[in-house]
């Protein structure tokens, strides 16, 4: 690892977020990390390596920024409050030498809308914001097809939905959305009190591996997704009800799961993510 990159601690945090007037909002999930030790495990679970390109979402104040410029890769920060993306490289200037500044690119857009970014990053790492991680994380894997792993810190519940595999009580449409992109699984959890200010809930790391190949094209996503939403709209119903408005009817849909080799009587719950894709394609 680089030795010229000095990382944030609680100190520094506070007298950056006092600098900037910045007060830790809830509406933008804002949880900052204080703790270096966090920061190293996050890039180490990430597996990042020298000359990677990574993209980070939701910098903030630039604790997990640093850690990957220690790790000597290169980052794509994407910040949507204006003071925190001006600040960053700034910050960056002035914790690490002059090549890691170097390798620093922020851009000041919201994460939901961004279509582009430089340089083709092959990981995600970040510390996603509680209200809106998995939408996030599904746009990015949607529009980014260069990025073939990563880890991200979440809200212990949504890590769990995300990771969760079918018949398990969290297994939802955020963990099929997910797997049509790749295979996830839990990689530990992370303490409250890493975080400025604490935060009410438990936070986890989950870990991705994309497919080396995505199951289908836009369109067979597209259904795929729109079934999956109907699935688990009304979870408790069997399949050939909860589908029965978006294929037709009852009748419609039963026969479609059948030609899916899937139980009319099943229920979304059940299925895995190449169940619902065979769906998509009996409804062709």
């Keep these: 690892m680089s030795s010229q990159v000095k990382l944030l601690g609680p100190a520094e945090i506070r007298d950056l977020a006092e600098l900037l007037g910045v007060t830790p909002t ?11 030790n966090t920061v190293r495990r ?3 679970v990430a597996g990042v390596e020298a000359g990677d390109s990574v993209v980070e979402i939701g910098p903030g ?31 960056v200037g002035v ?21 582009e970014l430089p340089g ?8 996603l914001p509680y209200n809106i991680s998995v939408p996030v994380l599904l746009h990015f894997l949607e529009h980014f097809a260069s990025i073939r792993a990563g880890v991200v810190m979440v809200q212990s519940e949504v ?8 018949g398990s009580k969290v297994y ?25 200010p604490v935060p009410n809930v438990d936070s986890i790391l989950i870990a991705f591996q994309r497919h080396a190949a995505e199951p289908g094209d836009e369109a067979l996503r597209r259904r795929t997704f729109e079934i999956v939403d109907a699935a688990f709209q009304q979870r408790r119903k069997m399949l050939r009800q909860s589908l029965s408005v978006l ?38």
Excluded: C
């Design 95 to 115: 914790q690490a030498d002059a090549p890691a500044a170097g390798r620093l690119t922020v851009m000041h857009q919201d994460a939901l809308r961004v279509t």
């Design 42 to 44: 996050i890039v180490r």
């Design 159 to 166: 890590g769990q939905r995300v990771a969760a595999e079918p």
């Design 61 to 91: 104040l630039g604790s997990l920024t640093l850690g990957l410029l220690e790790a000597e890769a290169s980052v794509v920060a994407v910040e949507i409050d204006g003071r925190l993306a001006e600040q960053l490289p700034m910050t």
């Design 172 to 196: 939802g449409a955020p963990s099929v959305k997910a797997a049509w992109y790749g295979s996830w699984r839990t990689a530990g959890q992370v303490s409250r009190q890493v975080f400025w």
């Design 26 to 36: 809830k509406k933008l999930g804002q949880n900052f990390v204080i703790d270096a």
């Design 120 to 127: 083709q990053p092959s990981r995600l790492v970040a510390n």
């Design 247 to 284: 294929l037709g009817d009852s009748a419609t849909a039963s026969a479609v799961l059948t030609r899916a080799g899937v139980e009319p009587t099943s229920r979304g719950e059940q299925l895995a993510v190449a169940d619902f894709i065979a769906i998509a394609r009996a409804a062709q």
